[in-house]
């Protein structure tokens, strides 16, 4: 299974989103709601016109526990959903499957065109969650603001939110950002049954391993690169984290 990644280049985006007008406006208009506002693809698929015409906000469920969480239109979007309804039945279905039927349009469809679109521009990493990445990736970088994201997306921890996104973490922004709640419980859960020393064991273990594979001859190109990739990364932690009082 391909990684699924946002959009970050602007144009490509709306080369996509005109690649999705192409098929059918009614693709346009739910990618176009999702990367507005962040919400679920099989969230967007459930709404029936009244539910989003003429809305600021809107509240959806998210994740296995259905946690609700609100999500703001933005003013552009909100022009583009009334232009979409306009006319239309107030209780059918936002999105619809096909034309002689009132079902809501099928997750397993809406993905299909997603995927085939960007297998014809040439991008290889789209899917489902793609218009949320996107949305994702083009608020943190608008902001900065990785909390609110990670409380939107109902992350457990900002580290996951930044892999969601595809960033490599603000170790200084996380560190400075964290509550004295949030402090005082990593200390219990770093002291409970010694688990920080067993993590801190587990990740010199790891480099130990490494520092002695990296003479053997049968290692190929693609185990240097991942390495080079691994402590690059961990070097930029590690000076950010040196770096934060």
């Known amino acids: 299974m391909n ?3 946002p959009i970050k280049d602007e144009e490509t985006l709306q080369k996509f989103k005109d690649a999705l007008r192409e098929v059918d ?6 990618f176009e709601i999702g990367v507005g506002t962040g919400m679920q693809l099989q969230e967007i698929l459930k709404f029936r016109n009244r539910d989003i015409r003429g809305k600021d906000k809107i509240e959806a469920s998210i994740g296995t526990k259905n946690i609700k969480r609100t999500f703001t239109i933005p003013e552009d979007l909100k022009k583009i959903i009334n232009d979409f309804t306009e006319g239309k039945d107030p209780d059918a ?3 619809q499957g096909h034309a002689s039927s009132a079902a809501a349009l099928s997750r397993e469809q809406a993905y299909r065109v997603f995927k085939g679109v960007g297998k014809e521009m040439g991008l290889n990493s789209i899917g489902a969650q793609t218009m949320r990445k996107t949305f994702a990736w083009r608020y943190y970088k608008n ?3 990785i909390y609110y994201l990670q409380n939107l997306l109902n992350h457990a921890s900002p580290s996951i939110t930044y892999r969601y996104i595809g960033e490599k973490p603000n ?3 996380v560190l400075k950002k964290m509550t004295p ?8 859960l770093l002291y409970k049954d010694g688990a920080g020393k067993k993590r801190m064991e587990e990740i010199i273990h790891l480099f130990e391993t490494l520092k002695s594979d990296l003479d053997d001859p049968s290692n190929n190109d693609a185990f240097y690169g991942r390495v080079d990739c691994l402590l690059t990364e961990v070097e930029e932690l590690v000076r950010n984290f040196k770096g934060t009082k």
């Open 171 to 173: 170790v200084e922004v």
């Open 25 to 30: 406006d009614k693709y346009y208009i739910l």
């Open 143 to 145: 902001t900065n603001d």
């Open 93 to 95: 279905y936002l999105i």
């Open 181 to 188: 709640e949030e402090n005082e419980r990593s200390r219990y």
């Open 3 to 5: 990684w699924v990644a």
